[in-house]
């Protein structure tokens, strides 16, 4: 099976702009799950998306937004980006939900803020 | 602050050694998952353990979970240099199902 994929891989974006990051999941999998990962704040758990639909939201702000499709495929947005989005942005999809079952992640979306 | 608190922080070790790394968390859980992130291959999932069990094993991974000391140990056996990474845990926060990762311990196996 393909493992997951993320799209772009790296991202140069000023502050002001806004960003949308894509993930599809593995085959068959109807969990998607974001991350973001910094050196200051580690791995952060944004959203979880399971059939279409948000489960959970972390504590981030309004301006950071997701949505899943009919095909599992998971978008991020990010709007109005500021200088401490800069991040890995990871996606895991898990057959069940997160932490449940086992979480496969993708190799990570690496964006940089200038 | 983390849920999950992984100790130590770094750990430097020979191969063919044992290492062993705690996580401790705060509130109750239902599961507990052990993670290793290095460059070449990213984040990858280890060892789940359910809130019932006491331990796991996986190859030359054997994962311990303690609730009433609300603390988790995985032990690595025998190491090699391709253990070198850094190791997280993962805890559900009391079946919120947020997963909330510890900062790691950052593991390095010296050939």
């Known amino acids: 099976k393909a493992g997951v994929t993320q799209t772009p891989r790296y991202l140069i974006k000023t502050r002001g702009q806004q960003v949308t990051l894509s993930c599809s999941p593995i085959s068959g999998h109807r969990s998607v799950s974001w991350y973001q990962q910094t050196p200051g704040q580690g791995l952060q758990f944004l959203f979880e998306?399971?059939?279409?639909?948000?489960?959970n939201k972390g504590n981030f702000p309004g301006r950071f937004s997701g949505r899943q499709f009919s095909n599992s495929r998971s978008e991020m947005n990010v709007s109005t980006l500021e200088l401490g989005d800069s991040a890995l942005y990871l996606c895991?999809?898990?057959?069940?939900?997160?932490?449940?079952?086992?979480?496969?992640f993708g190799p990570g979306t690496r964006l940089t803020v200038l | 602050s983390q849920q999950g608190e992984e100790d130590p922080q770094a750990l430097s070790i020979q191969e063919g050694e044992n290492a062993t790394m705690n996580c401790s968390y705060k509130t109750s859980i239902n599961n507990l998952q052990w993670y290793r992130q290095n460059s070449g291959r990213g984040l990858v999932h280890l060892i789940l353990?359910?809130?019932?069990?006491r331990e796991k094993h996986s190859g030359r991974l054997r994962v311990t979970l303690d609730t009433s000391k609300k603390s988790s140990s995985l032990l690595i056996t025998a190491s090699r240099a391709a253990d070198t990474a850094s190791y997280f845990c993962?805890?559900?926060?009391?079946?919120?199902?947020?997963?909330?990762f510890g900062r790691g311990t950052s593991l390095i196996v010296h050939p």
């Open positions: 993962a805890t559900d926060a009391g079946g919120s199902y947020i997963p909330t």
């Open positions: 353990i359910r809130s019932n069990e």
């Open positions: 895991a999809s898990s057959l069940g939900r997160a932490l449940t079952d086992t979480q496969y």
């Open positions: 998306y399971f059939s279409e639909t948000q489960r």
